[in-house]
């Protein structure tokens, strides 16, 4: 069993480099720690926003430097919304990907979960 200071450790966030050739090089997309995760639902959970805006939180919550640190603040949604729409949105889908945010996230968890019930050996035994 782990113990505590090797669960704190671990860097159990991963994450995917994307190349972003329209802004010159690439920018790392990490899973959301749960502070992160956080903010992004508390900014999200008032009135519908616009889409642009959606995506720049999702982008706030997790673009990350070389430090693994955010890259962005909430500052930054207003201009990260003046950027390319092609580009955002692209940083958002992987974003959404890597954090099983989403419609296909939810499909994808839930076949994931029928197809291997609790207690399934995944042997050829005969169904009852």
């Known amino acids: 069993m782990l113990n505590r200071s090797q669960i704190f450790a671990t860097n159990d966030l991963k994450s995917e480099v994307v190349e972003v050739p329209e802004w010159g090089g690439q920018v790392k997309v990490t899973v959301m720690t749960g502070l992160a995760r956080d903010a992004f639902q508390k900014t999200n959970s008032d009135a519908p926003r616009a889409v642009s805006f ?75």
Do not use: Y
């Open 54 to 128: 959606f995506e720049g939180t999702l982008i706030v919550a997790t673009v990350v430097g070389d430090d693994d640190q955010p890259l962005f603040t909430e500052d930054d949604i207003p201009l990260l919304q003046q950027r390319s729409a092609d580009v955002v949105s692209r940083l958002a889908r992987v974003a959404m990907r890597l954090n099983g945010l989403g419609v296909k996230a939810t499909e994808d968890a839930e076949k994931n979960s029928e197809a291997a019930p609790s207690g399934s050996s995944g042997s050829d035994s005969p169904a009852s």
